[in-house]
């Protein structure tokens, strides 16, 4: 593990504030593995054996309906971990995990993290500041579903992308159009309507990037009202 990988790994939001010796332990046996573009990193049903903290990339949570459909439960980047809670629970993955970019990863021991818990109840802060975190993604996710139109959701995801808090900025789209679909809760033909509709917001896709002439425009029109939305949309 080099040094920008380690300071990823410690200022996560899953060892942030866990005790200095624990952290060093856990990091001590931690691995560090490289996934491929389309690679699983675990499936559904597996037993939760492991937790990830991602170092480079992106890995999508993602589950099978009985019709065949796939529904993105979370997409997660540089400094996300994954696989907290239900190793919590000694129980197995409920969702599939996939890099959806080639990725880097440190794998930590579950079974180890749980010793350390039972040792140390200060470790419990930093499970459950990651836990919560996953919830509250969840709650905004579900929030932009029901007070959102999906052009609204589409601006959002944009500005989670720039560093820009005012002016003009062109930002690079992580992953491909059909994952952005289905992590909005979206079509690939509705993704593409609504690419249409931010034009007139001063957004213009081009390939993988995205050209937006106003980030503070775009904010107010992401956030407003959606009566007014469906009014004007």
């Known amino acids: 593990m080099n040094q920008e990988h380690e300071r990823i790994a410690r200022t996560s939001l899953l060892l942030a504030s866990a005790p200095?010796?624990?952290?060093?332990?856990l990091l001590a046996r931690a691995v560090v593995s490289h996934a491929g573009h389309g690679e699983t990193v675990?499936?559904?049903?597996?037993?939760?054996?492991?937790?990830?903290?991602?170092?480079?990339?992106w890995v999508k949570l993602f589950r099978i309906a009985p019709s065949g459909t796939e529904?993105?439960?979370?997409?997660?980047?540089?400094?996300?971990?994954?696989?907290?809670?239900?190793?919590?629970?000694?129980?197995?993955?409920?969702?599939?995990?996939?890099?959806v970019t080639d990725c880097i990863l440190l794998r930590l021991d579950a079974r180890e993290l749980l010793r350390h818990l039972d040792d140390n109840p200060k470790v419990?802060?930093?499970?459950?500041?990651?836990?919560?975190?996953?919830?509250?993604?969840?709650?905004a996710q579900v929030e932009q579903l029901k007070a959102q139109t999906g052009p609204?959701?589409?601006?959002?995801f944009l500005l989670e992308l720039t560093k820009s808090p005012v002016g003009s900025c062109s930002v690079q789209l992580p992953y491909d159009k059909v994952l952005i679909a289905g992590r909005l809760g979206m079509k690939p033909e509705s993704l593409s309507r609504a690419?249409?509709?931010?034009?007139?917001?001063?957004v213009r896709i081009q390939q993988n990037s995205a050209e937006i002439d106003d980030v503070e425009s775009?904010?107010?029109?992401?956030?407003r009202d959606r009566a007014m939305s469906w009014h004007q949309d």
């Open 152 to 156: 609204q959701r589409v601006a959002d």
């Open 71 to 99: 529904a993105v439960v979370g997409v997660f980047t540089r400094g996300h971990s994954f696989g907290e809670a239900v190793a919590l629970r000694r129980a197995s993955y409920p969702v599939f995990a996939e890099a």
């Open 42 to 57: 675990f499936s559904q049903g597996d037993r939760a054996d492991a937790i990830y903290i991602v170092l480079d990339g």
């Open 218 to 223: 775009l904010r107010s029109y992401a956030e």
């Open 124 to 139: 419990a802060i930093s499970m459950l500041t990651a836990t919560y975190a996953h919830l509250h993604n969840l709650v």
């Open 20 to 25: 200095a010796d624990v952290v060093d332990a």
């Open 195 to 202: 690419f249409s509709k931010l034009r007139e917001h001063g």
